[in-house]
DNA sequence: CTGACTTTGTGCATCGGTTCACAAAGGGAT
DNA sequence: ATCCCTTTGTGAACCGATGCACAAAGTCAG
């Protein structure tokens, strides 16, 4: 397991992992603003929300990054969890798709904070093209191969009608990207070496739904016809 | 297992299952529309993503109401999946915080179109109280509880600045909503009855971050010092 | 009515992730 | 230097979810 105590460098941390680490290093942050120079797994557990032993092995995949009866060194901890997660380099990022959501995202402040720069927005609508949203000028559509290589774009956001996704989404994988952020509410399929993340604000609203009526004895009460 | 065929709702239905049913509704409501009248559970399975033999159990968990050798009725499964998950009931929703992102979500049709209706805006900004924004007049932050009772709001989605997340929580936590969508980057305390569900951003960009560093060889080439 | 064919529903092995609980490792006081 | 206290890092049991593979259950043709 462990080779050498300081070059953990581990290829294969567990998935469930990684999607914790953004968590960890948002709240190792606010410590840091506050001037907290050393945490216990316990109080930077609480802060993110989950349960100590967990924080613990998840850290624990990056290497022993901790003092036994001290805890961990803030600083530290974010700048190894940082680089872990790529976010020690500049990451250009092209939104597709400049309607409400993509003005949101184009405008949102969480990405700037965390190494992402908003690089590109493109949109197929004349009314929108030359427009300028924050600080950038929206770009045609069909310039879209050539905008992602002239910006050195890595990371695509897809906030571009349903209809839309798949062909931009085929597009950008034809010249070379592999990271695709997808917001319109659709399956694309794409080859087996780029990733897409989604998110669909409507499932998460349903799966409330879901929950909330079982809480309101739902189930129960609507037991339909029998 | 089986208590009675024709009466299968079997309380704990696994939040995994949950989660993919919205999946499902969306590819049948999209059959639907396209005239499909019956479905096998490899073609579903295929539109919405997932593995078939997974598909079969989720929806084994709600019933056996597909036909052997012949597959689902899409406009029945449809019906079935809205009423487990609830959305045949008219659900309130209530967005604080009508910044760029409140924006997008009270023009965003996802919602409406899923039984969810945006009964309320509030904010806490006197430039943005009293504007109109999807047909809703904007309401200020102080009548907050007022508002909602008013309303019917069961379900509230914050989209605040974080710092006013938990506040904002906390007050309508008071007033008897037990569902909140999150986006607000914090960590919300709330009682175990109040179920939170968040979503972040920034979070799926980095974890698109790390993947697309290791494709790129990132941890081998960046050895720092070593 | 019978037999071939299709597709569901599920038992079972497996896997990844979570949690407990504790030995190992460090700090600090005496 | 020794002992006590704190906190990490992890072995091991557990738990839920996944996916294979197949029997059961249905359709349809003849």
Known sequence: MKS???QPRDRGIPEATVARLPLYLRALHGMAERGIAT????DLANAAGVN???LRK???HLGSY??????????????????ELGLTQDWAVAIVGVGNLGRALAN?????????????LVDADPEVVGETIAGLNVEHIDDLEAVIKRRGVSIVVLATPAAAAQEVCDRVVAVGVTSILNFAPVVLSVP????VRKVDLSIELQILA?????KAGGPLMAVDGQ
Chains 1, 2 share one sequence.
């Open 66 to 83: 901790g003092t036994r009866g001290v805890g961990y060194e803030v600083e530290y901890l974010v700048y190894q969890i940082s680089r």
């Open 58 to 60: 998840d850290l624990s």
């Open 192 to 195: 087996e070496t780029v990733d």
């Open 52 to 54: 100590s032993a967990k």
């Open 108 to 120: 949102y402040g969480g990405f700037v904070s965390r190494g992402f720069r908003v690089a590109a």
């Open 4 to 6: 050498r105590p300081s």
């Open 210 to 214: 879901f929950h909330e009526q079982r």
């Open 39 to 42: 945490v216990s797994s316990e």
